[in-house]
C-alpha cells in the first residue's frame, strides 16, 4: 500500500550548480539534478536593451530554466534558479575562469554590491511559484596577497558562482558585512522554497 509520502511528485532542479544542490541535499530534500540547455547571454543582452532591472533579469532566466526542463519532467516540480550581480549599476557575468574570477573580485573590493537571487517552479510546462530576493554584501579593501591566499584554497571553484566567492569556505573572509538570505547567497532561497513545497504537499509536512 502506498503511503501519502510515497505519492508525491518529484523534485527535479534544473541546474548544474553544485551549491544549490547542496542547498536541497543538505535540507534532506530527494530530487534529481537535470540542468537545461540556456544560452543566457542573449536574454540578459536583450533583457538590457529593454531597460529591465537586474531583479527581472534573474526572474526571466529563473522562469526560463524551469519551464523549459517542466515539459521533460511533465509530473515533477521543477526549480529553476538565477542569480545576478549588480555593482555600480553594472551587471558581472559568472566568470569562466580564475583569471575573470580575480578581475571581478578586484572590481568589488571595498565596495557593496547587490546580489538578486530568483528561484522559480514550474509544472507541465507553467510557472506556478516565484520568490525572489536580494542581498548587499560588503566586500572587505582586501590586500593582493589575500587574494592570492584565496585562490590558492578555492581554485577553480571560484568560477561556479556568478560572485567568484565561496561564501561556506573561505570567500567568508573577503566580506566586511552581509544583509541578506545566506541560502538566496548560495544559489536558493531554502525557507520560501520549502514553505511552497510543504503547502503544495511535494515534500512531507
Known sequence: MMGKNDMMAPLVLASSSGSRARVLASAGLNFIQDAPLVDEAPVKERLQNENASAAECAEALAKLKAIKMSYK??????????????????????????????????????????????????????????????????VRPFTDSFLDWYFARVGDLATQSVGAYQLEGPGAQLFSKINGDFFAILGLPLLPLMAFLRESEAVPI
Open 73 to 138: 519532467h511533465k509530473k515533477a516540480f521543477v526549480i529553476g534558479a538565477d542569480q545576478v550581480l549588480e555593482c555600480d549599476g553594472n551587471w558581472f557575468n559568472k566568470p569562466v575562469d580564475v583569471d575573470q574570477a580575480r578581475n571581478l573580485l578586484l572590481a568589488l573590493r571595498g565596495k557593496t554590491h547587490q546580489l538578486w537571487t530568483c528561484a522559480a517552479i514550474a509544472k507541465g510546462g507553467a510557472p506556478i511559484w516565484k520568490h525572489a530576493s536580494v542581498a548587499y554584501l560588503t
